[in-house]
């Protein structure tokens, strides 16, 4: 899966982008709270009665607060507009058929001669006997349920994975792996998406 390096780091840059903005956001609220809050800072002399320079006060703290979160509070919303079009789109490619059928099953556990193929301690092969044929790249994100997407996994490991998007380097080490005990003819690549339709 050629492709997975990209999508993996888009994903991750989103994500990474989102807490940054939203520290960014955070900070700045605070940042304009605590300058409204230093004794003599703009004492507005105006209404006599201590309702209203309470209020006035109030006001002043909360447009501060407004004026300085609303450069970050417009990246934010940007990034969950993004953020939504990319789900939006991995519903769209989702394989009409999620089960593997038994041919496929058969042939990827054969593959992987009925043991776990995902990676254990150390980044060694888990080995434990398999139980599960698992989406590589996940169903959910528009994984195929072809024999080109089929992992063989134990109980464990399929439910460690989750829904996750692997690493790239994950990608790389299974291929690798795979070199060892896969027929010499088969294809040791992994991981495939269905197209947008
Ligand atoms: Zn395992």
């Known amino acids: 899966m050629p492709e ?14 989102y807490l940054g903005v939203m520290l960014w956001l955070v900070s700045a609220a605070l940042l304009s709270l605590t300058s409204n809050m230093q004794p003599g800072a703009a004492p507005r002399p105006s209404s006599s009665s201590g309702v209203g320079v ?8 909360f447009d501060g607060v407004l004026a ?5 509070g417009l990246f934010a919303v940007a990034l ?7 789900n939006a789109r991995d519903t769209r490619r989702r394989d009409p058929v999620r089960r593997f059928t038994r041919q496929q099953r058969r042939e990827g556990m054969a593959r992987a001669n009925g043991l776990c193929e995902m990676e254990a301690g150390l980044r060694r092969r888990c ?3 398999a139980e599960h044929g698992d989406h590589f790249y996940p169903w959910s994100k528009g994984g195929s349920t072809s ?3 089929f992992v063989a996994a134990c109980a ?12 790239p380097g994950q990608q790389e080490r299974l291929e690798r792996r795979r070199r ?4 010499p003819s088969a294809s040791v690549s992994v991981g495939e998406r269905q197209p947008l339709p």
């Open 4 to 17: 997975l390096k990209r999508i993996y780091w888009t994903r991750t840059g989103l994500r990474l982008a």
């Open 54 to 61: 309470v209020r006035e006060v109030v006001s002043d703290m």
């Open 68 to 72: 300085a979160i609303m450069a970050p």
């Open 80 to 86: 969950v507009i993004v953020a939504a079009v990319v």
């Open 127 to 129: 080995s434990r006997p």
């Open 147 to 149: 024999l080109q997407n």
């Open 156 to 167: 464990r490991c399929n439910r460690a994975k989750g829904a996750r998007i692997p690493t």
């Open 180 to 183: 060892d005990y896969l027929a």
